[in-house]
Protein backbone atom coordinates (compact mmCIF):
# COMPACT_ATOMS: atom_id res chain seq x y z
CA UNK A 1 0.00 0.00 0.00
CA UNK A 2 1.45 3.32 -1.09
CA UNK A 3 -0.73 5.83 0.93
CA UNK A 4 0.82 9.36 1.01
CA UNK A 5 3.78 9.55 -1.77
CA UNK A 6 6.11 12.70 -1.98
CA UNK A 7 8.02 13.77 -4.64
CA UNK A 8 10.98 14.85 -5.18
CA UNK A 9 12.65 13.36 -2.00
CA UNK A 10 15.53 15.91 -1.68
CA UNK A 11 16.03 19.32 -4.03
CA UNK A 12 18.58 22.03 -4.16
CA UNK A 13 17.23 25.18 -5.48
CA UNK A 14 19.15 28.61 -5.99
CA UNK A 15 17.37 31.73 -4.63
CA UNK A 16 14.69 32.86 -7.51
CA UNK A 17 14.30 29.66 -8.76
CA UNK A 18 10.56 27.96 -8.37
CA UNK A 19 9.72 24.62 -7.96
CA UNK A 20 6.80 22.41 -7.03
CA UNK A 21 6.03 19.24 -4.73
CA UNK A 22 3.35 16.55 -5.24
CA UNK A 23 1.84 14.68 -2.95
CA UNK A 24 -0.81 11.71 -4.00
CA UNK A 25 -2.12 9.51 -1.65
CA UNK A 26 -4.73 6.07 -2.50
CA UNK A 27 -6.73 6.94 0.30
CA UNK A 28 -9.65 8.62 -0.96
CA UNK A 29 -9.43 11.02 1.68
CA UNK A 30 -10.77 14.25 1.58
CA UNK A 31 -8.35 15.97 3.89
CA UNK A 32 -4.88 16.88 2.07
CA UNK A 33 -2.18 19.05 4.48
CA UNK A 34 0.80 20.83 3.47
CA UNK A 35 3.48 20.97 6.67
CA UNK A 36 7.25 22.14 7.12
CA UNK A 37 9.38 21.05 9.82
CA UNK A 38 12.10 22.90 11.18
CA UNK A 39 14.45 22.45 14.21
CA UNK A 40 12.82 23.42 17.17
CA UNK A 41 9.56 24.32 15.36
CA UNK A 42 7.79 21.47 15.27
CA UNK A 43 5.17 21.06 12.37
CA UNK A 44 3.98 24.39 11.23
CA UNK A 45 0.98 23.91 8.75
CA UNK A 46 1.24 25.72 5.51
CA UNK A 47 -1.85 24.90 3.51
CA UNK A 48 -4.46 22.64 3.32
CA UNK A 49 -7.87 21.48 1.84
CA UNK A 50 -11.03 20.37 2.51
CA UNK A 51 -12.20 18.91 -0.68
CA UNK A 52 -11.02 18.57 -4.93
CA UNK A 53 -10.97 22.11 -5.97
CA UNK A 54 -10.13 23.81 -2.18
CA UNK A 55 -7.66 25.01 -0.40
CA UNK A 56 -7.11 27.35 2.58
CA UNK A 57 -3.88 29.16 4.10
CA UNK A 58 -2.55 27.47 6.98
CA UNK A 59 -0.30 29.23 9.90
CA UNK A 60 2.61 29.53 7.64
CA UNK A 61 1.44 30.44 3.84
CA UNK A 62 3.23 33.32 2.98
CA UNK A 63 5.50 32.23 -0.29
CA UNK A 64 3.59 29.27 -0.93
CA UNK A 65 0.80 28.54 -3.15
CA UNK A 66 -1.40 25.26 -3.76
CA UNK A 67 -3.54 23.29 -5.89
CA UNK A 68 -5.99 20.40 -5.49
CA UNK A 69 -7.37 19.94 -8.85
CA UNK A 70 -7.63 16.12 -8.42
CA UNK A 71 -8.72 14.42 -4.72
CA UNK A 72 -5.88 12.68 -4.63
CA UNK A 73 -3.31 14.68 -5.43
CA UNK A 74 -2.28 18.19 -3.50
CA UNK A 75 0.85 20.65 -5.13
CA UNK A 76 2.58 23.02 -3.62
CA UNK A 77 4.30 25.65 -5.06
CA UNK A 78 7.24 27.71 -4.46
CA UNK A 79 6.91 30.63 -7.05
CA UNK A 80 10.35 32.36 -5.49
CA UNK A 81 12.72 30.41 -3.51
CA UNK A 82 14.17 31.96 -0.53
CA UNK A 83 16.84 30.28 2.12
CA UNK A 84 14.28 31.20 4.83
CA UNK A 85 12.25 28.04 3.02
CA UNK A 86 15.03 25.58 3.71
CA UNK A 87 13.00 22.90 5.46
CA UNK A 88 11.47 19.67 5.37
CA UNK A 89 8.04 19.42 3.86
CA UNK A 90 5.58 16.67 4.71
CA UNK A 91 1.93 16.42 2.98
CA UNK A 92 -0.75 14.18 5.20
CA UNK A 93 -3.88 13.38 4.26
CA UNK A 94 -7.10 11.93 6.68
CA UNK A 95 -10.49 10.64 6.18
CA UNK A 96 -12.19 12.82 9.13
CA UNK A 97 -12.07 16.62 9.35
CA UNK A 98 -11.53 16.91 13.17
CA UNK A 99 -10.35 14.11 14.68
CA UNK A 100 -8.91 10.65 13.63
CA UNK A 101 -4.91 9.86 12.24
CA UNK A 102 -3.26 11.96 9.83
CA UNK A 103 -1.19 10.06 7.83
CA UNK A 104 1.85 11.83 6.73
CA UNK A 105 4.03 11.26 3.67
CA UNK A 106 8.19 10.19 3.96
CA UNK A 107 9.07 14.22 3.45
CA UNK A 108 10.76 16.12 0.99
CA UNK A 109 14.05 18.31 1.70
CA UNK A 110 14.18 21.22 0.04
CA UNK A 111 17.79 23.47 0.46
CA UNK A 112 17.48 26.75 -1.10
CA UNK A 113 21.18 28.15 -1.48
CA UNK B 1 3.11 31.53 20.68
CA UNK B 2 3.76 28.04 21.38
CA UNK B 3 0.86 26.10 22.85
CA UNK B 4 2.33 22.87 23.49
CA UNK B 5 5.94 22.22 25.18
CA UNK B 6 7.75 19.04 25.14
CA UNK B 7 10.17 17.96 27.49
CA UNK B 8 12.83 16.95 27.75
CA UNK B 9 13.91 17.71 24.54
CA UNK B 10 16.35 15.22 24.09
CA UNK B 11 16.97 11.98 25.77
CA UNK B 12 19.80 8.91 25.92
CA UNK B 13 19.31 5.62 27.62
CA UNK B 14 20.46 2.91 27.84
CA UNK B 15 18.26 -0.37 26.80
CA UNK B 16 16.32 -1.86 29.10
CA UNK B 17 15.61 1.45 31.57
CA UNK B 18 11.94 3.30 31.85
CA UNK B 19 11.61 6.67 31.03
CA UNK B 20 8.19 9.27 30.94
CA UNK B 21 8.11 12.04 28.54
CA UNK B 22 5.97 14.89 28.51
CA UNK B 23 3.46 17.18 26.74
CA UNK B 24 2.60 20.72 28.61
CA UNK B 25 0.34 23.55 27.90
CA UNK B 26 -1.90 25.67 29.77
CA UNK B 27 -4.71 25.53 27.47
CA UNK B 28 -7.17 23.20 27.39
CA UNK B 29 -7.78 20.34 24.64
CA UNK B 30 -10.41 18.31 23.44
CA UNK B 31 -8.04 15.66 22.16
CA UNK B 32 -4.25 14.79 21.99
CA UNK B 33 -2.59 12.50 19.83
CA UNK B 34 1.16 10.61 20.28
CA UNK B 35 3.30 10.59 17.14
CA UNK B 36 6.80 8.86 16.38
CA UNK B 37 8.70 10.31 13.92
CA UNK B 38 11.84 7.66 12.87
CA UNK B 39 14.90 9.44 10.68
CA UNK B 40 13.78 10.04 7.14
CA UNK B 41 10.21 9.16 7.55
CA UNK B 42 7.28 11.04 8.41
CA UNK B 43 5.08 10.96 12.10
CA UNK B 44 2.79 8.09 12.76
CA UNK B 45 0.18 8.14 14.54
CA UNK B 46 0.63 6.22 18.25
CA UNK B 47 -2.12 6.72 19.78
CA UNK B 48 -4.71 9.49 20.75
CA UNK B 49 -6.48 10.19 24.23
CA UNK B 50 -9.55 12.44 24.43
CA UNK B 51 -10.80 11.84 28.26
CA UNK B 52 -9.38 13.84 31.06
CA UNK B 53 -7.86 10.95 33.17
CA UNK B 54 -7.78 8.33 30.34
CA UNK B 55 -4.89 5.73 30.11
CA UNK B 56 -3.88 4.04 27.11
CA UNK B 57 -1.46 1.39 26.53
CA UNK B 58 0.44 -0.35 23.69
CA UNK B 59 2.80 -2.92 24.39
CA UNK B 60 5.50 -1.15 26.73
CA UNK B 61 4.43 2.65 25.81
CA UNK B 62 1.77 4.06 28.10
CA UNK B 63 0.24 7.24 27.45
CA UNK B 64 -1.94 9.04 29.95
CA UNK B 65 -4.19 12.16 29.69
CA UNK B 66 -4.27 15.11 32.46
CA UNK B 67 -7.13 15.07 34.17
CA UNK B 68 -7.63 18.99 33.28
CA UNK B 69 -6.99 17.90 29.73
CA UNK B 70 -4.02 20.33 29.92
CA UNK B 71 -1.16 17.64 29.50
CA UNK B 72 -0.25 14.26 28.30
CA UNK B 73 2.40 11.81 29.46
CA UNK B 74 4.44 8.87 27.66
CA UNK B 75 5.91 6.07 29.60
CA UNK B 76 8.09 3.76 28.12
CA UNK B 77 9.01 0.43 30.07
CA UNK B 78 12.13 -1.57 28.85
CA UNK B 79 13.66 0.92 26.78
CA UNK B 80 14.34 -0.81 23.28
CA UNK B 81 16.32 0.14 20.62
CA UNK B 82 13.65 -0.12 18.25
CA UNK B 83 12.16 2.77 20.41
CA UNK B 84 14.18 5.00 18.86
CA UNK B 85 13.08 8.40 17.56
CA UNK B 86 11.30 11.75 17.47
CA UNK B 87 7.98 11.88 19.12
CA UNK B 88 5.17 14.41 18.85
CA UNK B 89 2.19 15.21 20.77
CA UNK B 90 -0.67 17.04 18.96
CA UNK B 91 -3.83 18.70 19.99
CA UNK B 92 -6.97 20.05 19.22
CA UNK B 93 -8.56 22.74 21.09
CA UNK B 94 -11.95 21.98 20.53
CA UNK B 95 -14.19 19.31 18.49
CA UNK B 96 -15.57 21.69 16.84
CA UNK B 97 -12.18 22.58 15.34
CA UNK B 98 -10.50 20.54 12.16
CA UNK B 99 -7.34 19.34 12.25
CA UNK B 100 -5.99 22.27 10.40
CA UNK B 101 -6.22 23.61 13.66
CA UNK B 102 -4.28 20.96 15.06
CA UNK B 103 -0.63 22.24 17.22
CA UNK B 104 2.27 20.48 17.37
CA UNK B 105 4.75 20.29 19.70
CA UNK B 106 8.37 20.48 19.29
CA UNK B 107 8.97 17.13 20.05
CA UNK B 108 11.52 15.15 22.84
CA UNK B 109 14.19 13.25 20.39
CA UNK B 110 14.73 9.67 22.33
CA UNK B 111 17.91 7.54 21.68
CA UNK B 112 18.40 3.95 22.88
CA UNK B 113 21.68 2.84 23.21
CA UNK B 114 21.72 -1.09 23.17
Known amino acids: NAGVTQTPKFRVLKTGQSMTLLCAQD?????MYWYRQDPGMGLRLIHY???????AKGEVPDGYNVSRLKKQNFLLGLESAAPSQTSVYFC????????????FGEGSRLTVL | TQLLEQSPQFLSIQEGENLTVYCNSS?????LQWYRQEPGEGPVLLVT?????EVKKLKRLTFQFGDARKDSSLHITAAQPGDTGLYLC??????????????FGTGTRLTIIP
Open chain 1, 27 to 31: MNHEY
Open chain 1, 92 to 103: ASNKVRNTGELF
Open chain 2, 27 to 31: SVFSS
Open chain 2, 49 to 53: VVTGG
Open chain 2, 90 to 103: AANRGANFGNEKLT
Open chain 1, 49 to 55: SVGEGTT
